[in-house]
Antibody, heavy 124, light 111 residues
Framework: QLQLQESGPGLVKPSETLSLTCAVS??????????WGWIRQPPGKGLEWLGS???????YYNPSLKSRVTVSVDTSNNQFSLKVKSVTAADTAVYYC????????????????WGQGTLVTVSS | QSVLTQPPSVSGAPGQRVTISCTGS?????????VNWYQQLPGTAPELLIY???NRPSGVPDRFSASQSGTSASLAITGLQAEDEADYYC???????????FGGGTKLTVL
C-alpha cells in the first residue's frame, strides 16, 4: 500500500524559504503512470494546489504562486520536495503531499493517496 | 475565492439525503474535465471519495454518488449518518490556469 510522509521544519521565519520533503513508500516514484503533488490548507480554510512533478522532473505550478514555488523529484531516494521562497504569514498552512494519477490524460488526474500533512507556521 | 464554487455548508438529519453542488466554468468542468470529490474528516487529511465524475474507490459506500452536467457537478449522500459529518471538496482541471483546482469546500453537519 502506497504511503506518503511529509517532513520539514514546522516554523519558518518571514522572508525565508520553506522546504518540505515527501517520502514515498510502498511504490516507486519513478512510475510513468503518476505525478506527485503538493497541496496546502491554511487554518480553517480550503485546499490549494501548489505544484506537481513527474519523475522526469517536468513540473507544473499554480500560476498564483509560480514565481515562489519549486517542486523537484529525487528518484534515488524515492521522494519529492517543495520549496516556497520569500514566505509571509499568509503561507502558514498544513502542507500535504499526494500522488496524482488517473485513467488517461493528466488533466483528468486525481489526488490519491495523501500524506497526513504537516503544519508550517511562518513567524519570527 | 476558489475557481470552483461550493456552498459553505449543508446539513441534514440522519437518514436523509443531501446534495453538494460544485459550479465551475467553460475552462474547467464545462470543458469536460473530470470532477473528483474528497472527504476530509475533522483533523485528518482529505481522502478520495469520487473520481472520474461518478466512480467510487473501493471501500466507499454506495450511499455516496456524484454527477456532472454542463459547468456543474453534484455530490449526493443518501441515508445520512453521523460519521458523514466532514468537509467535502470538489476538484477538477482548469485549462486557463493549466493546473488543478479545488472548490472552497462544504461543511456537512448531521443534525
Amino acid at each position: 500500500q502506497l504511503q506518503l510522509q511529509e517532513s520539514g521544519p514546522g516554523l519558518v521565519k518571514p522572508s525565508e524559504t520553506l522546504s518540505l520533503t515527501c517520502a514515498v513508500s510502498g511504490g516507486s516514484i519513478s512510475s510513468s503512470t503518476y505525478h506527485w503533488g503538493w497541496i496546502r490548507q491554511p487554518p480553517g480554510k480550503g485546499l490549494e494546489w501548489l505544484g506537481s512533478v513527474f519523475y522526469s522532473g517536468r513540473a507544473y505550478y499554480n500560476p498564483s504562486l509560480k514565481s515562489r514555488v519549486t517542486v523537484s523529484v529525487d528518484t534515488s531516494n524515492n521522494q519529492f520536495s517543495l520549496k516556497v521562497k520569500s514566505v509571509t504569514a499568509a503561507d502558514t498552512a498544513v502542507y500535504y503531499c499526494a500522488r496524482l494519477g488517473g485513467d488517461s490524460e493528466v488533466a483528468g488526474f486525481w489526488f490519491d493517496p495523501w500524506g497526513q500533512g504537516t503544519l508550517v507556521t511562518v513567524s519570527s | 475565492q476558489s475557481v470552483l464554487t461550493q456552498p459553505p455548508s449543508v446539513s441534514g438529519a440522519p437518514g436523509q439525503r443531501v446534495t453538494i453542488s460544485c459550479t465551475g466554468s467553460s475552462s474547467n468542468i464545462g470543458a469536460n474535465y473530470d470532477v473528483n470529490w474528497y472527504q476530509q474528516l475533522p483533523g485528518t487529511a482529505p481522502e478520495l471519495l469520487i473520481y472520474g465524475n461518478i466512480n467510487r474507490p473501493s471501500g466507499v459506500p454506495d450511499r455516496f454518488s456524484a454527477s456532472q452536467s454542463g459547468t456543474s457537478a453534484s455530490l449526493a449522500i443518501t441515508g445520512l449518518q453521523a460519521e458523514d459529518e466532514a468537509d467535502y471538496y470538489c476538484q477538477s482541471y482548469d485549462s486557463s490556469l493549466n493546473g488543478w483546482v479545488f472548490g472552497g469546500g462544504t461543511k456537512l453537519t448531521v443534525l
